[in-house]
T-cell receptor, first 119, second 111 residues
Framework: GAVVSQHPSRVICKSGTSVKIECRSLDFQATTMFWYRQFPKQSLMLMATSNEGSKATYEQGVEKDKFLINHASLTLSTLTVTSAHPEDSSFYIC???????????????FGNGTRLTVT | QKEVEQNSGPLSVPEGAIASLNCTYSDRGSQSFFWYRQYSGKSPELIMFIYSNGDKEDGRFTAQLNKASQYVSLLIRDSQPSDSATYLC???????????FGKGTTLSVSS
């Protein structure tokens, strides 16, 4: 089945620094990737939709200047958390849909997630 | 904001029993619905999806969809302790552009 690779799986950084998370679709092309964030005991919240070759679409309340998204190719999207603060500590998960299966019925395939801890 | 609602649980069932997980959604334009299982600290993994009214069976799992009632359910037959996890219901929005998740139902299967 389709595989989405996310790296790193875990990162600890100091407050004020920036962290980059990579998301790759390994065996399919993804014109669109999705970035979710999940706080403990909460559901996945969509942060932004990453579009290859164009600007990302951010959900209401998500700061686009803080969470920089770059969809450089059909298989790679990156999320950079700039000037990270302790409240940004969360589980960040990317996902992509193999549109070869049709738009409505294609499930999302998730990366393994990145546990970010900002100290 | 379109919503997907789930009872957070925990839902506790004995091994071998049927576990019934329920979900309602507010966007009448939603076309497809998905059930994901998430173990603690891990990413969600797809169990099954459904887009037509009625039942869809896959092994021990049966998804049920009733678009008139805006209701989706997942039945797990012969529940096993390894089924203990959080089950996330999700719906694709009408535009087909995003997947909206419920908060999940925690299932505990005791041996």
């Amino acid at each position: 089945g389709a595989v989405v690779s996310q790296h790193p799986s875990r990162v600890i950084c100091k407050s004020g620094t920036s962290v980059k998370i990579e998301c790759r679709s390994l065996d399919f092309q993804a014109t669109t990737m999705f970035w979710y964030r999940q706080f403990p005991k909460q559901s996945l919240m969509l942060m932004a939709t990453s579009n290859e070759g164009s600007k990302a679409t951010y959900e209401q309340g998500v700061e686009k200047d803080k969470f920089l998204i770059n969809h450089a190719s059909l298989t790679l999207s990156t999320l950079t958390v700039t000037s990270a603060h302790p409240e940004d500590s969360s589980f960040y998960i990317c996902s992509a849909r193999d549109v070869g299966g049709g738009s409505y019925n294609s499930p999302l395939h998730f990366g393994n997630g990145t546990r970010l801890t900002v100290t | 904001q379109k919503e997907v609602e789930q009872n957070s649980g925990p839902l506790s069932v004995p091994e071998g029993a049927i576990a019934s997980l329920n979900c309602t959604y507010s966007d009448r334009g939603s076309q497809s619905f998905f059930w994901y299982r998430q173990y603690s600290g891990k990413s969600p993994e797809l169990i099954m999806f459904i887009y037509s009214n009625g039942d869809k069976e896959d092994g021990r799992f049966t998804a049920q969809l009733n678009k008139a009632s805006q209701y989706v359910s997942l039945l797990i037959r012969d529940s096993q302790p390894s089924d203990s996890a959080t089950y996330l219901c999700a719906a694709i929005n009408q535009a087909g552009t995003a997947l909206i998740f419920g908060k999940g139902t925690t299932l505990s299967v005791s041996s």
